[in-house]
């Protein structure tokens, strides 16, 4: 087991190590996509572990940089799992893309999006006018100079054409541009490598 702190990682030995973690730390913030799970299994020692920290009354939020759950979905996710978890203690990517935004655009959008249903769902639960994020997007087209920001998520629907929309979008310098996560691909099942 190993730990952060103010004095950097530092790895902890057995059992009084980990008494000394639990005495000294409050708050616990975990990751979830490799952690807490890897794909559609809970990793062995998750949902014990999120148990034993509530019942020392201890903080735990879970976050995931996975940016194409909507807050329900990670939640969703989360129950179906068995992890013991509430939706005050998760925060994804989505979600925090979404809050961002609203305090960024002023006018609210439009936002031209890259990714899937979760990410759109929490841009317009914020208020904001979502383009692009799905197969049927021709309707959707909008002058270059009205986009105010480009979201990229994980997009199973990527294509030339919503690559090039997003690049024409991106011309202006007023356009930001956002990214979900850092990841360059995702793991899916089988070992499949997706960028």
Not at 6 to 30: I, K, M, N, Q
Not at 75 to 100: E, I, M, N, T, W
Not at 171 to 193: E, F, K, M, S
């Amino acid at each position: 087991m190993a730990a952060a702190g103010s004095g950097g990682c530092r790895r902890l030995l057995g059992e009084s190590g980990a008494r000394e973690l639990l005495a000294a730390v409050d708050t616990f913030v975990l990751d979830c996509d490799g952690v807490l799970w890897d794909g559609a299994r809970a990793l062995g020692g998750g949902p014990p572990l999120l148990s034993r920290l509530r019942a020392l009354g201890k903080r735990v939020y879970l976050l995931s940089n996975n940016g194409s759950r909507s807050a329900r979905g990670l939640l969703d996710k989360c129950r179906g799992l068995g992890l013991p978890v509430g939706a005050r203690q998760l925060l994804g990517a989505a979600r925090c893309s979404a809050l961002y935004l609203r305090r960024a655009l002023p006018a609210r959008g439009p936002v031209y999006v890259l990714g899937g249903p979760g990410l759109c769902g929490e841009l317009q639960a914020e208020g904001l006018r979502v383009l692009g994020g799905g197969e049927e997007e021709e309707a959707d087209e909008e002058p270059p100079t009205s986009v105010q920001a480009v979201l990229v998520g994980y997009d199973e629907q990527i294509s030339f054409g919503r690559l090039s929309r997003a690049c024409g979008y991106l011309q202006d310098p007023r356009c930001l541009l956002l990214a979900t996560d850092p990841d360059p691909w995702h793991r899916r099942p089988g070992g499949r490598v997706v960028p």
